[in-house]
């Protein structure tokens, strides 16, 4: 094993190795690598690393995905957090404080819904996971698991189509 990579929906300082934020998760200020690494270093001395989930997943398609090739490239990920992943040149941009893909938290169009994040009108209050359940009726589910979120739009009062 050469390495291990730590992926959250979060504003991260992967210099100290801590998720600084992550409000979908409830977490603040949490030491990843030093909870992966444990106090009895199980890992043997891998290297562990921390970064913002949208960062990974740009710099894998940019290394092994669709952007192969590619040095520009914007990756969207969005279920209960919409992040951004924004390359240039090849390389991840974060921008002056690391929270460059925060896209979620931009304002976007003309909403007042409340976001996790505190504010209002984030875009991520009205198109994320948790605002496309209760937009379908659907109940809330917690977490990111997909298939409880599918499921839970599958329900009675969910978005379900009848088949063809
Ligand atoms: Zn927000």
Known sequence: MLGVAV???AL????AGVVVDAPNLGWHDVDVVAAVTGQDDALGGCPVRV?????????????????R???????LT????????LLVDGEVRRGRHGFAGEVGHVPFGRSTRECVCGR????????GLHAVQAAAGAPVTHGTDPTTAGAALAEPGGTRRPGP
């Open 7 to 9: 992926a959250v929906p």
């Open 12 to 15: 991260v300082d992967r210099e």
């Open 51 to 67: 970064d913002n989930d949208a960062n990974c997943a740009a710099l894998a398609e940019h290394v092994r995905g669709v952007a």
């Open 69 to 75: 090739g590619v040095g520009d490239a914007l990756y």
């Open 78 to 85: 969005g279920t209960v957090g919409i992040g951004a992943g």
């Open 120 to 127: 209002r009108g984030c875009w991520e209050a009205s198109i």
